[in-house]
């Protein structure tokens, strides 16, 4: 019998598939139709300290090859997702589910962060350094000096499993100095790709979302290359101890089979699971089982970042 379960450090997850942050995680009700659907996990939206309204609508849209965002972190603030992950703790200790998170300003994702070190959450969080959307505030993780001070910082005090959620990066140069930095903390995954920041996309003479005059982040099939290319630019440079988490462009069994090929050890789906429900677990979990029987693989392991090179 095929499996799809995998694991993360000293996590099982039954299946490999989950919903990407920003995707069915804003409110419990959300998370619990994730919770209950063929996901292996969920990630909560990312959270900051405070609740926050986001940007004005419209401020999501679908488009024939993905999606555009430019949402704002809109989030019921740290405690709401914290309390419910506890809750959950005492009612399915079994299970792991992870906790997205960033502050406003490095003092907040210090004040956050040494929130849930001092609360008794044991399952994973995930440090977003990779949000596009918030106006006047650059995404960190394209700052190298930047993330190397703040990751100095917090594992000064945070003793927890935490990974980092990223952008793409699209130049060689780029991948061998974010993993340096990456490989001198006792960071548990990191996961790639986050959306490819601040595209346009027009509907007649017009931009088709309000914030930021159109400006948004790309998800969909428009980002499978790249997210292929940098979980497995990290596949191939971090420490083996550092685990991948592949996200962008995941539609069918097939995207996911190719991000495992890749390396990745979770694979997580945002654009398409909005458009068109949790149900999409279910259906990528069968195309993706029927590819591995095809094949004859049984467990993710016997094909995770075997990806074949052309001599
Ligand atoms: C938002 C978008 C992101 O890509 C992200 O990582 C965090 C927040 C947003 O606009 O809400």
């Not at 006047?136 to 005090?157: C, M, N, R």
């Not at 340096?180 to 601040?198: D, E, H, K, M, R």
């Amino acid at each position: 019998m095929v499996s799809t379960a995998s694991q993360i450090g000293p996590f099982h997850f039954d299946n490999v598939l989950m919903n990407a942050a920003g995707v069915y995680c804003m409110t419990r009700e959300e998370l619990e139709a994730v919770r209950h659907s063929a996901a292996g996990t969920f990630v909560t939206k990312t959270a900051t300290l405070e609740a926050r309204a986001g940007n004005p609508e419209p401020r999501y849209q679908e488009v024939p090859l993905g999606s555009i965002n430019s949402m704002g972190l809109p989030n019921q603030g740290l405690d709401y997702y914290l309390e419910y992950l506890l809750e959950l703790q005492e009612t399915v200790p079994e299970k792991t589910y992870f906790l997205s998170l960033v502050g406003l300003s490095p003092d907040e994702t210090h004040t956050i962060l040494k929130k849930v070190q001092a609360s008794s959450y044991n399952g994973l969080v995930e440090l977003n350094l990779s949000c596009p959307n918030v106006p006047g505030k650059p995404q960190i993780a394209y700052d190298f000096e930047t993330t190397e001070h703040l990751l100095t910082e917090v594992f000064s005090y945070f003793t927890k499993p935490l990974g980092v959620k990223l952008p793409p990066y699209f130049d060689i140069v780029h991948f061998d100095q974010a993993a340096a930095v990456f490989n001198q903390f006792p960071l548990t995954f990191v996961n790639c790709v986050n959306s490819i920041g601040n595209g346009l996309y027009l509907e007649e003479e017009t931009v088709s979302i309000k914030p930021k005059q159109g400006f948004g982040g790309l998800g969909g099939q428009y980002i499978k290359p790249t997210a292929l290319a940098n979980v497995h630019a990290f596949y191939q440079r971090l420490k083996p101890e550092i685990q991948i988490i592949g996200t962008g462009g995941v539609l069918t069994g097939r995207d996911a089979f190719e991000h495992i090929l890749c390396g990745a050890s979770m694979v997580q789906i945002g654009t398409q699971l909005q458009k068109e429900g949790v149900g999409i677990f279910e259906r990528v979990t069968a195309e993706l089982q029927a590819i591995m029987a095809e094949k004859g693989y049984q467990t993710i392991e016997d094909f995770r970042g075997k990806l074949k090179y052309i001599d």
